[in-house]
């Protein structure tokens, strides 16, 4: 090879790499985004198709307060081995599956009177 083609290589090469380095900040940027989102969804709480119904047909909404709080009783629920439990929040109770972040179904004020929770292993109240 002539002097000239290791040069017309050098800057091919050159040139080449400077794009992908770019691709590379770029796809580390999208990376953090990614992981940033799938941790979020590790700790986000999904409310099953019955209970959203349930929630809806008995007029009973959730404030921001009450989500934090039912977090934490999650977190609480899973230090302690807990995999399906009885949540308690002030006049609300909901019947969660600690280890897919799903509520299952909701039960209001009305319902807790006279009313038996099967298939559950623990107990949150908040």
Same mark, same amino acid.
């Given at each position: 090879?002539?002097?000239? @083609?290791?040069?017309?290589?050098?800057?091919?090469? &050159?040139?080449?790499?400077?794009?992908?380095?770019?691709?590379? *900040? !770029?796809?580390? #940027?999208?990376? @953090?985004?990614? +992981?940033?989102?799938?941790?979020?969804?590790?700790?986000?709480? #999904? =409310?099953?198709?019955?209970?959203?119904?349930?929630?809806?047909?008995? !007029?009973?909404? +959730?404030?921001? !307060?009450?989500?934090?709080?039912? #977090?934490?009783? =999650?977190?609480?629920?899973?230090?302690?081995?807990? #995999?399906?439990?009885?949540?308690? *929040?002030? @006049?609300?109770?909901? &019947?969660?599956? *600690?280890?897919?972040?799903?509520?299952?179904?909701?039960?209001?004020?009305?319902?807790?009177?006279?009313? *038996? =929770?099967?298939?559950? @292993?623990?107990?949150?109240?908040?």
């Amino acid at each position: 090879m002539s002097k000239i @083609d290791i040069r017309q290589l050098e800057n091919r090469l &050159i040139t080449s790499s400077k794009p992908i380095e770019r691709k590379q *900040i !770029d796809s580390n #940027k999208n990376f @953090d985004q990614i +992981l940033e989102k799938i941790q979020n969804k590790e700790t986000e709480i #999904k =409310f099953s198709k019955h209970a959203a119904e349930r929630l809806s047909s008995r !007029d009973m909404g +959730l404030t921001s !307060d009450e989500m934090a709080r039912l #977090k934490s009783a =999650f977190s609480k629920a899973e230090k302690k081995g807990v #995999k399906d439990a009885l949540i308690l *929040i002030d @006049d609300k109770a909901f &019947i969660a599956n *600690i280890n897919n972040k799903v509520i299952i179904t909701t039960v209001n004020k009305e319902q807790l009177k006279d009313n *038996i =929770f099967t298939n559950i @292993d623990g107990a949150v109240i908040i």
